[in-house]
């Protein structure tokens, strides 16, 4: 593309980022997107056959962008404790940014067999990436460490979602919460032998 083409293409990005956030994929017309991305509705369908399609460019970019940062944070980090930190504080903050924007997590294209399909994909590199964190710190067990960690910050997350009035402190607080419980009970379990473990169910 042209250094003009790609400047009309990343402002309908950006507009419709803004618009599905605050609005909502089934409220938000194409024609809104043309008008906040400052260029004609045909336009618009030069780059993006429809909305679906759209909102696809839309998660693609922001998952991709969410994967690509944390990769380059965590080549910054040495510890298993600093990655973990990060991979909290990247988690949480990435929804407190977008706190204005929830209705791109929650009013989405229904039963879209691409987006959940594209969702899956990235669920699984995101797990894979802190598979490879665990497994470099010498995890036994790095698959079930990583789904436990990420769905202790997912959980963390809803808050932030819910909550209008959730504060920067707070994303602080529950950053350092989740990676110093995960830190120290994921170090206790390496180093536990297998008499020292719960037993039975």
């Known amino acids: 593309m042209s250094s003009a083409s790609i400047h009309k293409h990343t402002a309908i990005l950006d507009a419709a980022y803004e618009l599905f956030g605050s609005g909502g994929f089934y409220e938000t017309k194409m024609s809104e997107v043309a008008e906040r991305a400052g260029i004609a509705k ?13 909102f ?18 965590l080549q910054a980090c040495g510890s298993l404790a600093e990655k973990l930190s990060v991979i909290a504080a990247h988690h949480l903050f990435y929804y407190y940014e ?20 594209y969702m899956a994909l990235f669920m699984e590199e995101y797990m894979q990436a802190v598979v490879k964190v665990l497994l470099e710190g010498g995890a036994s067990e790095p698959e079930l460490m990583a789904q436990s960690y990420i769905g202790m910050l997912d959980r963390l997350k809803m808050d932030i979602l819910f909550d ?13 919460f989740a990676a110093g419980l995960f830190i120290r009970g994921a170090v206790g379990s390496m180093n536990a032998s297998p008499g020292d473990l719960p037993a039975g169910p």
């Open 56 to 73: 696809m460019a839309v998660t693609r970019r922001d998952c991709e962008g969410f994967l690509q940062q944390l990769e380059v944070k």
């Open 98 to 117: 977008r706190k204005q924007h929830t209705k791109l997590f929650f009013r989405a294209p229904n039963n879209n067999p691409e987006l959940v399909a």
């Open 164 to 176: 209008p009035s959730f504060t920067e402190e707070e994303a602080h607080k529950r950053k350092k």
């Open 42 to 54: 045909g336009t618009v369908y030069l780059y993006f056959k429809n909305k679906e399609d759209l």
